[in-house]
């Protein structure tokens, strides 16, 4: 039971990277058929990303009134719906209308599956649920860009959104049969919206707290920098087909996962601030080696993608511990400070993915000086949390 479980939450944390990165190959072919330039191609990302993170903030609140199975059904239906409109997209306003919807629904799984585990589970079947459920995660966005490669490739870009409707479709009826109410009537919590927005207001005014999660925002930035490059950095800087993103996604993906894994074996073996400082200083040898490589050489296959790897995997090091400090200062409202600390994150990344990465996409230079950029803002970020906690002792 277990196993099914643990599958069906993976499934559903799969639904956003899917619809984030399968497309990505085809902004060339959608540029074309429309006859839109880059910069607008680059907003049906950008607005998806957006409404994804501003649903983030809700969908948590939503399940612990109503309960977790309507709102995944239903978030699944709206999916569903927006997918198939994209897929039949006649103009390309309809086309970025469909992805404002996608982006609303796309959240609900992710974020409502960790409540659920949290429901059913405590201890370390709990931790070991998540970590499988994560694990599907990381590799969600490095299989996707390849299967959209060769779905563009074989049958054109409307046969991706064809994939991602019958995707949600799949998912729709397997929680409709398989996914069981985790949290009865007599524990869920009436929705009044001054109580629910005074405790939002209350983690959002607390200065440690935005620090450290603009910190990991930031530093995340780098990896939404590439991600939202994507499409050209593979195929107009490295000169790849529409089929080679897996040369940009498995370093970046593997690099992600290998470190999420050592950081969960080290986190009884150092502390939090040791760890947050090795990925710091790994970061910075990789943002350096790649500023130092495209200063000097053209981009090419392996050595372009070689320092995402090593920054990826410092990253997911020091991720999971600056997290955790951030959220220890609400150990009361953990639910909520998370959402907060989500919607945060994805922000920055719709905001690098949607308005930098425009800007620097042309040249794997300006590329890697983007991402020293966002380094180097999430260390000032850092210093000043050291800073307010030697003032607070």
Same mark, same amino acid.
Request: proline share 5%.
């Given at each position: 039971m277990n196993?099914?479980?643990?599958l069906?939450?993976?499934g559903?944390?799969m ?6 990165d399968?497309y990505?190959p085809s902004f060339?072919a959608?540029?074309?058929?429309f006859s ?10 950008? $607005? *998806?990303l ?9 969908? =948590?609140t #939503?399940s612990? &009134?109503? @309960?977790? +199975?309507p ?7 709206v ?19 469909c ?6 629904a ?6 409502i ?5 949290q ?7 709990a ?5 499988h459920?994560m694990m $599907? *995660?990381?590799?969600?966005p490095a299989?996707?860009?390849v299967?959209g =490669?060769? #779905?563009?490739? &074989?049958? @054109?870009w +409307?046969?991706?959104f ?5 995707f ?8 409709y ?7 009865d ?6 929705f ?8 939002y207001w209350k983690?959002?005014c ?14 995340f ?18 000169? #790849?087909?529409e ?13 992600m ?8 074996k ?6 939090k ?5 090795s990925?710091?200083g ?7 080696a790649?500023v ?6 053209a981009?090419?296959v392996?050595?372009?993608?070689l320092?995402?790897f090593?920054y ?5 090091i ?11 200062h609400?150990?009361?409202?953990s639910?909520?400070?998370s959402s907060?600390?989500s919607?945060?994150q994805?922000?920055i990344?719709a ?15 300006k590329l ?14 850092w210093?000043c949390v050291?800073a ?5 002792a």
């Amino acid at each position: 039971m277990n196993i099914l479980l643990t599958l069906i939450l993976a499934g559903l944390t799969m639904v956003g990277p899917l619809a984030i990165d399968t497309y990505l190959p085809s902004f060339p072919a959608i540029a074309q058929e429309f006859s839109a330039t880059p910069l607008l191609i680059q907003q049906t990302l950008s $607005v *998806f990303l957006f409404t994804f993170a501003f649903m983030m903030l809700f969908y =948590g609140t #939503l399940s612990d &009134s109503f @309960g977790r +199975r309507p709102v995944i059904l239903a978030s699944l239906l709206v999916y569903i719906v927006a997918s198939v409109g994209a897929a039949a997209a006649p103009s390309f306003g309809w086309l970025l209308a469909c992805r404002v919807l996608q982006g609303l629904a796309a959240g609900a799984g992710s974020v409502i599956g960790r409540a659920i585990v949290q429901d059913r589970f405590s201890g370390a079947e709990a931790q070991k649920i998540l970590s499988h459920i994560m694990m $599907v *995660f990381g590799l969600a966005p490095a299989i996707a860009p390849v299967l959209g =490669g060769w #779905l563009q490739v &074989s049958l @054109g870009w +409307r046969a991706i959104f064809w994939f991602l409707s019958g995707f949600g479709v799949l998912m729709l009826v397997v929680v409709y049969r398989a996914l069981p109410e985790s949290l009865d009537k007599q524990d869920r919590h009436p929705f009044h919206l001054g109580a629910i927005a005074a405790n939002y207001w209350k983690v959002l005014c607390h200065r440690q707290f935005l620090l450290l999660s603009v910190a990991v925002g930031t530093t995340f930035g780098g990896f939404a920098l590439y991600i939202g490059s994507a499409a050209y950095f593979v195929i107009n800087i490295l000169h #790849l087909p529409e089929t080679a993103f897996a040369w940009l996604f498995i370093p970046l993906i593997s690099g992600m996962v290998i470190g999420s894994a050592l950081s969960a074996k080290f986190a009884h073996r150092y502390s939090k601030h040791q760890l947050i400082w090795s990925g710091y200083g790994l970061m910075l040898l990789a943002g350096a080696a790649n500023v130092g490589y495209n200063l000097f050489f053209a981009a090419a296959v392996p050595w372009a993608v070689l320092p995402l790897f090593l920054y990826s995997f410092a990253l997911a090091i020091a991720m999971p511990p600056m997290t955790l400090i951030a959220l220890d200062h609400f150990p009361n409202n953990s639910g909520l400070a998370s959402s907060l600390q989500s919607f945060i994150q994805m922000l920055i990344f719709a905001l690098v993915s949607g308005l930098v990465a425009p800007l620097l996409f042309d040249s794997a230079l300006k590329l890697a000086y983007g991402v020293m950029a966002g380094l180097v803002l999430s260390l000032i970020c850092w210093f000043c949390v050291l800073a307010g906690g030697k003032r607070a002792a």
